[in-house]
């Protein structure tokens, strides 16, 4: 696997806490021994568990949504019985501006893309890339790529808008969630400032 823009977390490290921010339960090692971050709510989880993993931060730049090319998680839906809040999502948050129109008081805007179950096939365990936007150039060793093409927007889309977090969230609204996620990134075009770049976060168990 190409080193470009390769970042690493384990489990138990400040900067795998950080990620995991207010998750519930955090995640745990894989009992089929498959590298990455497995996630389970079950029926003797509190009924809005959940996990938010916070991979990326705008915080110190000028990204603008139009900037991103993809945003991308490796791994497997492990837990699979066809609906859709089963599938973990990827999200935006946006610079709040502070002049009344902030949809939150942290953030501008928020985009989810999620998955739509008539166009997309997931199968239980397979490994595989969830990606939105654009197709990530990568082939992750083979892994079949899955587009999440439904976009749900909380305050209006502006691809001039400044990015604040890229995430991966899973629904709390789920009975039963298990997701095993082995990496999470982004690509972004080149821009003013910067060249093409990408976060490669891969997670370690």
Request: charged residues 20%.
């Amino acid at each position: 696997m190409s080193k470009f823009g390769f970042a690493q977390a384990q489990l138990g490290s400040t900067g795998a806490t950080a990620i995991q921010a207010d998750s519930q339960p955090f995640a745990t090692f894989d009992d089929n021994g498959r590298p990455g971050w497995k996630y389970v709510k079950d029926a003797s989880s509190a009924i809005d568990d959940k996990f938010n993993y916070y991979y990326f931060s705008g915080q110190y730049e000028q990204l603008k949504c139009k900037d991103i090319n993809t945003l991308f998680m490796v791994g497997s839906v492990d837990k699979w019985t066809g609906e859709v809040n089963q599938c973990p999502f990827h999200v935006l948050y946006t610079k709040p501006k502070y002049d009344g129109s902030d949809a939150a008081a942290w953030y501008h805007s928020r985009h989810a893309w999620v998955l739509d179950v008539s166009s997309q096939l997931v199968r239980a365990g397979e490994r595989c890339a969830f990606y939105c936007i654009n197709e990530p150039e990568a082939s992750f060793e083979g892994a079949r790529k899955v587009r999440l093409n439904t976009r749900v927007d909380t305050g209006v889309w502006d691809e001039n808008n400044e990015v604040l977090f890229a995430t991966l969230h899973s629904d709390s609204g789920a009975g039963e969630v298990e997701c095993l996620v082995e990496a999470m990134g982004v690509d972004c075009h080149s821009f003013n400032r910067h060249p093409k770049s990408c976060i490669y976060l891969n997670c370690i168990a």
